[in-house]
């Protein structure tokens, strides 16, 4: 017995998503539920599969299951392929299990030939509408099936536009259009060097044959990997009894939404054409009408379509967006499927069916995919402001929100600027870590080089400041900035959107985003339901206010080192490297302490109560050393050093791969002093905060990059000790714990000896990534897209984790950690913990929280209660 | 009821050498066997533990079971502590459960005070044996327990021969050596505030104490580093009751061993001192006399050590290293162990036992540490010419042999110096990929910088090249090189040796090794028994010979582009870097296939049917191109392209981590062209010896670095499709297999997908140490000797797999990998497989061969078979 590949639509129903495609299983379903659809047969997406195993060809037994639908098709129609009394005439189209709008095929109108069009113009009394679907017909099938550019059949339509001196497709006649086909088929002809195909049968196979070809066609490959979508799904294939909008003036063709899809508003909202097909709709040759309309001119039909809209809205307990054709004044349903819509209107549909009873809570909170809060979180340009905005260069979207401000080139200016209370915008050729300071000061960040995962793209996102990076459209010169061609100077106003990626000449009105209303009221049914704790990455106050207003539950990580680069403190840094010995050391880390200690208790008294885990020093000592000459020659001076010597000690600390060398924990086995330096800092900041609020404070001490116990052994022991001496000479009590990042593989496969001396995880996801792949991650991007152009790789690891390799090491690890300490506390720092799919991941391998920056924070609470929605844990 | 901690001699046996340590166990077997054993109790391993456990505190409960034993010691001997007729004197000795000689401490002659002494004397009627026991009791206690500086005791003996202007202790009378303890004394109290304890059971707690902080003391840590032995055994500690070789003319000690440890000859071999104790015969202040004077002194005393000998010989079943005491002509037994001996040696007794039928072939082959191997198996200095050799520097000893030749400064020197049929040595500031060719002509390598992992340690290793590196006592000037302050030209003789590290003026005469009389019957009886086959890494038909000669079953490793490197390809390989396409890509990779091929022809000759396997092209692109102005020059001339170009395209490949970068598998998917020039030149190269030699050829392709299973598909489809057109026109048949390199981590996570693809796992564990804990090799160097300092790692995980971490992982990957494919062929190739700790490890993993560099095939053959002995393989 050989597997079946084709379904009939009244062989199956809305639970064959997966089987037959998102398009094939609502056309079962509504063919179930007795509404007007034209018949026909779904090809499985298994079928696909097998194509592609099998070197791109369609198997026998698909064809031969096909020609059998085809022939029960024919008898449910009482219309035959290729016949001339009443001929049958389908459209072929693609239906993948998730929504692909537009990225592959459609043929319409097959079953045409020379003999059929005869039969299809006598048979409808229409020549004109006959020969005009043909020479659709002929259009799509050379262009999707045989791959023969089309530009050259828009050529020969204004070819006849121009010899008929007409302009509008309407004033073609019949026999204009019996003259295209023949010059369309010529063309066929002569590009192909074969006949246009005649055989329906033929026809059918080789539409077939291109929908599963247009599966990795490239714009289907991008649109799968932005979307998660797995290559291995494959496609479905439709086919279905043509019905026509193009017959006559009693005809038409839309598309429409039960709710309004931009606002949310409960409106059919949609759009029509009268006497077209569906393509035409889409083209924009002629301009639709709106649905309003159609209620005047065929209100039956309009009548029928809004009783259809309310049984699907019901029946989906979703928003739909409908596909149909009206022939002849009767309607018929070609499509449905839950609607696309904006972030707010998705909240106001969630929320409205609640409240409509349509829905529960829980459904709600399910209905949403937590990235399009993303486009809620971030200040948006005023709509009206917005209007006069001329755009004058793009680059990468590299971190979402808009900005306006005045033009700087440095992060000293940016200081300066700031200082007098302007609003700016740093302009680069790319930014280090020395910029820390000036950007965290700007309202936006342009770059000319960069990608998504360069140092602009991932510190404005961790900061949540809208970015724009490598943009080609800049350039310098003169001290002045060319974009798109304009002069600019310093002062200058622009203004930015992050989340398009465009670059906009002067200013543009800019609003806050916040959570209120439906936004609002939807966050609390989530957190009801959520388990997992959602913390913040947050290394100022400022970055801790903003998370504590999107719901953060604590401080997941801190970046101590980035509290290293700001001026005050940098020159101590940089004494500390320099230092000869110990005693050197020490007296730089005297100098830094206090500085240290504020930084903590202004956060502190932000975060109050709540747990705020502080990472101990991570980078290469490099890193906060001068790249530039004058720089060296500055520090040489203040050092009382020679710029040799200075040369010496950055030669010194020159390391092949830094990523793998001296930091992270290994500094502190090195250097001790340091981490001593850290504990007072932690210790006595908590201590004084909760003396001056009488509260209790708690910090969470993190050592990072940990590989072997004995590592946060060594640690472990400076921080206690400096630790209770602190507490004690305080009088006060302090809770306070000591715990790891798990970042390197080692640290994975030995985890039950680690937690025995760690009082928590954090799973450091980043860089668990670049050692579990042996990726760099500041590398990667130059063999990565080849990955991606020749399919080895889907997805970037670096933006959802990787579940069968790195989430394998986390899983070991938790399993581990909790073999040892049954309620060991694990969660993740990484960037990684701001993505859905990582978090529905991580909450199915046990972790008790997640941390990203503060505007992933809502991203990340509505990920966590639908994790938990789909699988409550006890 | 508590732990036992403490255990009499009389208690025990040989098997408690881990509770006990190797001294303990043995004293306790002698005294089974009945020798005459001076008596006494072990303080067991554990205690030593519990005081470091307990913050380097003694436990009461130790302390009382000690007190409880010298009860019944007493009981034993009939003397008591402080007891004024019949004082009882004790030896305080360590004992670890592996030899560590010399590195921990001792103490004699405890339970000496004031009063005991004065009844020693009395009792001995020997005052002047009874005071000097007392000084040097003093003088130990001072020294170990208290760590009072001993230079001070040796100055007042200075002081007090100068005042009685003698030259030798012997001349000291017993009023010299009052005055001596009485002086002692006083600088015991001056310098450490306290009068000298007079208690014996406080003496002998601090004495046990100080034994067991000996175990942390830098030699023994830096001992047990290098002879794999972890700090968590902990040392025993042995209370023994002193007897005296230093009481008259009947008395005597000394240190002998059953057969010559240096040549393996069955003859007793040691030698001893009348009237002395044992730190006299190591102290070399007195010249001992050899054994045989023994026979003539002292007769019957000797004709029982003889007869001991003998029984100890038959009972451990091995060549016997023991101390004795004759205290009034009566022969005490004070230790027995194995005896430490050279591996010429080790061979003759293991083969001298089998055939006097002491021990079976496979006891044998247990019986010789591996590493030990290596002294036989490099080039050595003829002993008669080294005798005139002037040792004029030191370094590294960076690759073990002995060299000698015409000091050469470049590699291209090196080549016409060798082209003249002359003999060189490469002396460089440091090497670079560059000089492999040139290295590979060298007899020996010297550099001034760079560590025992530096690029010529490596490479020099991997060639079996002897090599000295980084020696302080090499610079350059004036296009000379000054070693140790001599001046030498180019073209001067130096010979090195680069087993020790010493490099000498002039011309020694060198000896090649080889396997023949005891060694060959040795590997012999190894090879019987081993299970797991052995291969080799090799780059050339010269080092596929000597490893063949060394026993190697198949190559396990070609590294593809150390052949890249040579002066006539090295051109092309820039050329296809360079190549702005695909099509001149493959004009320069048209040049190198012919010479590729038949690099590989004269590997295939060498090692006809056995195993070859072909590591595609691995190291990131930069490699191969120049890194000096001039030589950018001469390929912007060759390449008719500008300086600043060929400066563009080396910018356009920096990666900040090179390790995590574009390289192995990687280069294939982004220029699948140079896996097809590989596959060429392997198959093709296969066929023409196949035809040639009229055998059956057997390649193996081994893909690098590959992480997912898609990677190899990627490039396995192009290897399988261009090997088969190749094997088509040939009309041949061939058989070849594609595989894959396990060296990142998720490659081991997901080793049950990649295994559906591989045809063999070859286990790369440098670079899966590197990822696996996040250390750059290049750069670990930084930080690791804080970590040995600290006690944060005991081993090198570079030289000694990391078991728990690192093959816990490839455990993983064996696993996963065989429940895909059971029969799945897995080996190494990475450096710890020439490591016998680590094949031993891999053997029980379940491996099916290890590769290693052609000099370590002897080391891993023996190392193998004893894995098998101890656990044998169904």
């Given at each position: 017995m050989s597997r079946k590949y084709v379904y009939l639509f009244s062989e199956a129903d809305g639970s064959f998503k997966e089987l037959l495609g998102g398009k094939g299983a609502n056309l079962a379903e509504m063919t179930k539920l007795g509404l007007p659809v034209p018949q026909g047969f779904t090809v499985s997406t298994e079928a696909c599969n097998l194509y592609y195993d099998n070197h791109e060809q369609v198997s026998d037994e698909v064809v031969e299951q096909v020609r059998q639908n085809i022939e029960k098709l024919e008898e449910i129609t009482g219309k035959k392929f290729g016949d001339l009394d009443n001929p049958l005439l389908v459209s072929v189209r693609s239906g993948a299990r998730a929504s692909m709008p537009g990225m592959m095929d459609t043929v319409l109108n097959l079953g045409l030939n020379d003999d059929v069009v005869v039969a299809l113009a006598k048979k409808t009394n229409n020549e004109r509408f006959a020969y005009d679907s043909y020479r659709r017909f002929i259009q799509m099938f050379a262009d999707v099936?045989?791959?023969?550019?089309?530009h050259q059949f828009e050529v020969i339509i204004d070819e006849m536009k121009h010899e008929r001196d007409i302009k509008d497709d309407a004033e073609f006649t019949a026999e204009d259009y019996k003259e295209m086909v023949e010059r369309f088929k010529d063309y066929y002809l002569q590009h192909h060097h074969e006949s246009f195909p005649t055989d329906p049968f033929d026809q059918l196979i080789a539409s077939i044959t291109a929908v599963f070809r247009s599966w990795n066609n490239d714009r289907a490959v991008y649109y799968r990997r932005i979307n998660d979508i797995p290559a291995a799904w494959g496609t479905a294939v439709n086919v279905q009894e043509m019905v026509f909008g193009n017959m006559g003036d009693d005809c038409a063709t839309g598309v429409a939404f039960t709710r309004n899809p931009a606002t949310g508003e409960k409106k059919l909202f949609g759009e029509f054409l009268v006497n077209a097909q569906g393509e035409d709709v889409v083209a924009g040759i002629r301009t639709p009408l709106p649905m309003e309309q159609l209620a005047e001119i065929m209100p039956e039909a309009y009548a029928e379509f809004q009783r259809n809209c309310d049984i699907l809205e019901y029946h989906y307990k979703d928003m739909q967006d409908m596909e149909f054709t009206i022939e002849n004044n009767k309607l018929y349903m070609l499509q449905t499927r839950s609607g696309k819509r904006t972030a707010n209107a998705a909240l106001k549909i969630a929320v409205d069916l609640v409240s409509e009873g349509l829905i529960t809570e829980k459904e709600a909170v399910l209905q949403i995919n937590p990235k399009q809060l993303d486009a809620l979180l971030h200040p948006h340009f005023n709509e009206q402001s917005l209007k006069d905005g001329k755009v004058i260069g793009t680059g990468l979207a590299a971190s979402p929100g808009a900005a306006s401000g005045q033009i700087v080139f440095t992060a000293q200016e940016a200081k300066e600027y700031s200082d007098l209370g302007k609003k700016v915008i740093l302009v680069r050729l790319e930014t280090s870590p020395e910029d820390i300071e000036g950007m965290a000061l700007s309202q936006g960040i342009l770059t000319a080089r960069g990608g998504m995962t360069s140092h602009a793209a991932v510190v404005a996102r961790g900061m949540g400041t809208c970015c724009v990076s490598g943009s080609s459209d800049v350039t310098f010169r003169d001290g002045k900035v060319f974009i798109g061609g304009h002069a600019y100077n310093r002062g200058d106003y622009i203004s930015l959107d992050g989340t398009t990626g465009k670059i906009y000449d002067g200013q543009i009105a800019t609003e806050e985003a916040s959570i209120s209303g439906d936004f609002e009221t939807f966050m609390k049914w989530a957190d009801e339901h959520r388990q997992m704790k959602v913390r913040t990455n947050a290394d100022t106050p400022k970055d801790a206010k903003k998370a504590l207003e999107f719901g953060?539950?604590?401080?997941?990580?801190?970046?101590?080192?980035?509290?290293?680069?700001?001026a005050d403190r940098i020159k101590a840094v940089r004494e500390m490297i320099l230092a000869r010995d110990e005693e050197g050391r020490r007296k730089a880390l005297d100098v830094l302490l206090p500085i240290q200690q504020s930084d903590f208790e202004g956060i502190y008294e932000v975060m109050k109560e709540l747990p705020v885990t502080v990472r101990y020093l991570d980078p290469p000592l490099h890193e906060f050393l001068p790249t530039q000459e004058h720089e060296m020659q500055e520090l040489a001076d203040d050092m009382s050093m020679t710029l040799a010597e200075i040369k010496e000690v950055i030669a010194s600390l020159h390391e092949f791969n830094p990523m793998m060398g001296h930091r992270g924990v290994r500094l502190s086995i090195s250097y001790p002093e340091i981490a001593e330096m850290q504990t007072k800092a932690v210790i006595r900041a908590a201590l004084a905060v909760q003396k001056r609020l009488n509260i209790s404070v708690n910090p969470e001490i993190m050592i990072p990059l940990v590989g072997n116990v004995n590592e946060l052994n060594y640690v472990k022991t400076v921080v206690d000790r400096v630790a209770q001496e602190e507490i004690e000479a305080s009088g006060q009590e302090l809770n306070y714990t000591v715990g790891t990042m798990i970042e390197i593989p080692r640290a994975c496969m030995t985890a039950d000896k680690i937690a025995a001396s760690a009082d928590f995880f954090s799973f450091g996801t980043n860089d668990l990534t670049q050692y579990g792949f042996g990726f760099s991650r500041d590398d990667a991007g130059n063999f990565l897209n080849d990955y991606y152009e020749k399919g080895v790789f889907e997805q970037d690891p670096f933006v959802r984790i990787d579940e069968e390799g790195v989430g394998e090491l986390v899983k070991i690890a938790v399993e581990k950690g909790r073999s040892t300490k049954p309620n060991l506390k694990c969660g993740i720092c990484g960037?990684?913990?701001?993505?859905p799919a990582t978090i529905n991941f991580l909450y199915e391998v046990g972790l008790d929280y997640v941390s990203c920056s503060p505007y992933r924070v809502p991203i990340a609470r509505l990920a966590a209660a639908q994790a938990s929605i789909r699988n409550p844990r006890k």
């Open positions: 099936v045989m791959e023969i550019p089309k953060a539950e604590g401080i997941g990580l801190i970046r101590t080192e980035h509290m290293f680069f700001e960037e990684h913990g701001g993505d």
